[in-house]
């Protein structure tokens, strides 16, 4: 059964991997090595649901870890698996639904960068966590990044701009955040990429997305039903990724999660 955001991929993301893998085309080394040394030196072993196009598999994977990512996108799997062959890289590429799949194994530790849990609605999140119990070691950490905002809302009107190229292909990216609906814990956003220069000059790639809007205390309250806890928070905003109080609200937050029957 797919969960039912990552039922709905966006065209973006299912039709055009290889531009948001262009999109999103930035240095992530020092924050791998930052969830390396959070994941602790006995962590060998890293699973990344939601991995996309295989970034951070990929610079996991090149610190020696054993790395397997699943995503429900066949063009991104396709996309991960060349990305790690022209590297060299062994790493795992598994295509399946981050809210119901066995890999018939257990990994020492997990992470989940740039939102990708806010794909998912409420009672997708319970599913996902609970397969993540299922296949992380008893205290091992499971980082997520993810946003937290307080009841009156986000950031509307928010846009992000920023320009990526690479291999003669030059994109003009605009991220918007274009209104919230408290009620329902959305948050609408309007991606929209402009390919400047390369084989398609000229296209234009337009499109919404919902995303889950969270509050601390809905997060908690989905928590309360997973077999996870919340360990630590660290505001992802800040340089040194500092730890900050539960609760705290921020747009890149990263939570570390640990199994609740570890603690």
Not at 106 to 120: N, S
């Amino acid at each position: 059964m797919e969960s039912e955001a990552e039922g709905k991929l966006s065209e973006l993301y299912a039709e055009h991997a290889d531009l948001y893998d262009l999109a999103f085309d930035w240095d992530i080394g020092e924050e791998v090595d930052w969830l390396v040394e959070r994941l602790g030196p006995r962590c060998r072993s890293v699973l990344e649901p939601g991995c996309g196009s295989g970034r951070m598999v990929q610079e996991l994977a090149g610190r020696g870890l054993d790395v397997c990512g699943i995503d429900i996108s066949p063009a991104m799997v396709a996309l991960a698996r060349r990305r790690l062959a022209g590297a060299a890289v062994a790493a795992s590429i598994v295509l399946g639904d981050m809210c119901d799949f066995d890999l018939g194994r257990g990994f020492d530790g997990a992470v989940c960068p740039i939102a990708t849990l806010g794909l998912l609605r409420p009672p997708d999140l319970v599913r996902h966590l609970a397969c993540m119990g299922r296949h992380v070691a008893p205290g091992a950490a499971y980082l997520v990044q993810l946003p937290h905002y307080g009841p009156e809302g986000g950031q509307e009107g928010r846009a992000d701009a920023w320009e990526e190229s690479r291999g003669g292909v030059e994109v003009r990216v605009t991220w918007t955040t274009e209104s919230f609906d408290l009620d329902r814990m959305l948050e609408r956003q309007r991606s929209r990429i402009e390919i400047v220069s390369g084989p398609r000059a000229g296209e234009v790639i337009e499109e919404e997305h919902e995303m889950t809007f969270w509050t601390p205390e809905a997060w908690g309250a989905a928590l309360a039903a997973t077999p996870f806890v919340q360990a630590a928070t660290y505001d992802g905003d800040l340089d040194d990724r500092p730890r900050v109080p539960a609760g705290t609200l921020g747009t890149l937050l990263w939570h570390e999660l640990r199994r609740a029957d570890a603690l």
